[in-house]
């Protein structure tokens, strides 16, 4: 592959390499991927990262930066996009500089921390931060000093990490290196990495730099519907939202757990604003709108304010009444025929929108059946088709719904907003927020207007949630909790 052109080699000023001295650094990962992924030749691969970086827009603002996200495929194609996350760090000074990448070629259920002294690539060779290293496995049993991830196999050579490197040599300048590879992509690896790293970083002398590509293989219309899925999540900062889908394979991005982990590290050292600053895809740069890989750059940083949340969400009452329309119509064909209700496609742009919700249903004023979604997964109106049949038909607690119940149910909808982990519990407002309880393997979720209904104040609120996760009712005060709150638009029919 031709790297560069003649008209740039010509042009080219000699620029000095970063070398750390080999004779103290005993076990140094060698570049895999260089001549293939990226210029081996030292001149012809800073050439090319200067001339995508003069490329990429600058950054807005000079906000701290305490992580971001960057691709990791062939320069080629995702360094067009890379540049844009390396090109906001410029003039920034790091000391360390955390990798958290996924693995590609060998197969682990802990996260592995590289047990080594250097990272090679032909920029020369970056030192391991061992001491750090070592304090960090000690934080949480899901980490491992180790190899695995890192060294190459039989089966190739992990890229994720090294091509992010020649980059940040580039750009930063002198730093040590943490290289993380993650071989468990669950939220509970995500979040333990996550907050370990947080306990550890003090100041600002610490990046994180989460190694990702997002869909891979779908034509390209479908990626960019795919991937903004994701890029929504980000910047609303729903990242339990991301986690749980990533692994479902709903969303897609080969480095999701460390995108999530990066953020629950973010977020907890004073990170409160993710910003997208490019997205692309291999078709953009290939023409094969075919077969894409899709690529972001994206940054967290600790704005001046927050601005994180995002707009209020309202429908008319004409909106509303046909999603209640929608969910009766919905349960009724589901009980009285067996089948799943085939709406007619609408033009509505909110009913049109990704939105997570629940439906309701009351019998003579008891709960009947209530199941919903968290996350936007899908148009509104076909996920309130779906969780009204599901909340007549599977709804555990309740045997399923008969004909001759039909007439007697009253629906209510909620539509919810992204998740947004709680801080300060003086963020709770009842009334207008719900509640997520998460530990471990046990969740529970409470809508709204349950409290209020109810008549709960804030702490009654908390322990309940906690008991609906199955939780004891005091779980929200214990550092594994995580309390995440949401909005919610709620009508039902009773206010037609």
Sequence with gaps: ?????????????????????????????????????????????????????????????????????????????????????????????????????????????????????????????????KEFARELVKQSGSMQLSSHGHEATAAGSEHAIEVQLPWLQHVLGDFELVPIVMGDQSYESSRALGVA???????????????????????????????????????????????????????????????????????????????VLRYANSGDVTGDR??????????????QADS????????????????????????????????????????DALLNQERGAFVTLHKAGNLRGCIGFTAATKPLYLTIRDTATMAALRDPRFHPVSVAELPELDYEISVLSPLRRVTNIEQIKVGQHGLLMKNADHEGLLLPQVPVELGWDRQKFLEQTCIKAGIRADCWKEDGTDIFLFSAVVFGEKER
């Design 1 to 129: 592959m031709v790297w560069i052109t003649a008209q740039l080699v010509a042009m080219m000023a000699v620029v000095p390499v970063l070398h750390t001295s080999a004779e103290t650094l005993h076990k140094v990962r060698q570049a895999g991927v260089a001549g293939s992924f990226y210029p081996a030749d030292p001149q012809a691969l800073i050439a090319m990262m200067d001339q995508m970086l003069a490329q990429a827009a600058p950054s807005p603002n000079n906000d701290p930066i305490l992580a971001v996200v960057a691709p990791h495929a062939g320069y080629p194609y995702s360094g067009p996009v890379a540049a844009y996350t390396y090109a906001a760090l410029k003039g920034h000074k790091y000391a360390r500089v955390v990798v958290i990448a996924p693995s590609h070629f060998e197969a682990f259920s802990y996260t592995s921390v590289y047990d080594g002294d250097g990272y090679a690539t032909p920029l020369g060779t970056v030192r391991v931060d």
């Design 197 to 275: 790293l947080a306990s550890m970083v003090h100041g600002g002398d610490t990046l994180i730099v989460a190694s990702s590509d997002l869909s891979h293989y779908h034509a390209y219309e479908d990626a960019v519907w795919i991937d903004h899925k994701s890029l929504d999540a980000l910047k609303a900062w729903d990242y339990y939202s991301m986690s749980r889908n990533f692994q479902a394979r709903i969303w897609e991005a080969c480095g999701g757990a460390p995108i999530v982990a990066a953020m629950i590290a973010a977020e907890r050292m004073g990170a409160n604003q993710a910003r």
């Design 290 to 303: 075919d077969r894409v890989v899709g690529y972001s750059a994206d940054l967290f940083v600790k704005a």
């Design 308 to 347: 994180a949340s995002e707009p209020a969400f309202a429908l008319s009452q004409h909106e509303k009444s046909e999603l209640l329309t929608l969910a009766r119509r919905s349960v009724e064909q589901a009980v009285t025929n067996g089948k799943l209700h085939e709406p007619p496609a609408t033009a």
